[in-house]
């Protein structure tokens, strides 16, 4: 079982849309995979059209050991999914408070079993509900947009990956740096990327998640690309993601 948190501390640079189609990429190539929402935002739970405030429980019963992973679980899109509602929030809080405070997603994942992938969408900074996934997965994903600060806040999020390895979780690997929102026709966007190439090599992923409007789209619908817009870029994109991290196996 592979485990992958999409994780970058900067906020809106495609952690959700990338957690959601490429479990769904994956799902297509026949594999099982269980996708974890780890932000209050919820945007992974509602992106896929599950409404989280219905829900008697979700991703911080589980935290909080109120109820086994298992019993959360959503059969959506051809994936299983634990959904966050805003009440995450609170769990954090009340977290910070409790034993194994940062093993406690490793702990649940312990009981899970029969998946070929687990895909966790990280919210944007690196408090305790990052911190579980960086403690309970071996895989790290990390979408950047092209853009001046990019190589910034890769630096800070290494030197964080840096004092996991040393201490919580020694396994703890990035997979890729994914390059999202992608415009070839800006120079910006062109230079950055081949900045990021320089400085961390192969790393850096083959593939790249071009700008396409029908990414932003596919959540109002509560669908992944490949049911929205199967033709479009965004799909053979993330089609293309999956491919390639298949291809490479676990680092
Ligand atoms: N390749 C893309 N092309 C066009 N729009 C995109 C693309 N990827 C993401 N978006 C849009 O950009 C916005 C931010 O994306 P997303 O929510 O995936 O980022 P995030 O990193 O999860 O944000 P947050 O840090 O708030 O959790 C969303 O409106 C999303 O639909
Ligand atoms: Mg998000």
Redesign the pocket.
Known sequence: MRTLAVL?QK???????TAVNLGAGLARQGRKVLLLDL?P?A?LTYSLGVMAHELPRTMGAVLMQECRLGDVVRRVAGMDVVPASVALAGTEVDLAGVDNRENRLRMALADVDGYDFVVADC??NLGLLTLNAMTACDELLV?VQPEFLALQSLGKLMETVAAIQGGWNPDLRVTGILL??YQRQKKLNRETRQRIQKHFGDTLLTTV?????S??EA?SFGQDIFTYKPGSN?AADYRSLALELLRRGAP
Request: avoid cysteine; charged fraction near 20%; aromatic fraction near 0%.
């Open positions: 970058n906020g809106g640079v495609g952690k959700t849309t932000d935002q945007h919210p944007p979408p999202t929102r998640i071009r700008d396409n409007i990414l932003a959540p965004g």
